[in-house]
């Protein structure tokens, strides 16, 4: 499945999906059939690989989601969607969540006007988000900006180019939110 994690080039015809939709090797063409917990444990990876957490992190996310009340697997993906790099990815700062990750330990992004450096830090509802007073020249942010036409930024998040800052209106509902994700299959897969 098309992941999107390249950035600009999963929009192009250098796309390795695009150019070779099944595994490499010899044996990459032949039929399987997929059991039940290997369907589930695909797609606990597939969102893992998306959001580029490692398993530790993604287990304790879980954790904290099933501890908060409500559907465990809504949780789970709105977790997911407040993450710190999250947002920077989703307003257009950074092409992809990797490169979002790496300008938020390096300090380009401030959330209310202080400076935060750690990629998994939750973002709260009305948050603003800008881009630190010294990287407001960072070439990476500024060409990320410009291509965010192809991608749009959601609704649920407010854009100002000028002043280079984002803010959290509201956090999005299960049909904002258009990545083929089944969440309830990594809710089952946990509760094994």
Known sequence: MKLFLKGER??????????RSYPPGQHGQGRTKTSDYGIQLR???????MYGLLEKQFHRLFEGADRTKGVTGWNLLLMLERRLDNIIYRAGFATSRAQARQLVRHGHFQVNGKGVSIPSFQIAAGDAVTVREGSRNCQQILDSLESVQRRGVPSWLELSRERLEAVV???PNREEL???I?????????SK
């Open 178 to 180: 258009t990545m083929p």
């Open 10 to 19: 999963c929009f192009s015809d250098k796309c390795a999906y695009e150019r």
């Open 169 to 171: 209106r509201n956090f």
């Open 43 to 49: 797609e606990k990876q597939k969102v893992r690989r």
């Open 182 to 190: 089944q969440e309830q299959l990594i809710v089952e897969l946990y």
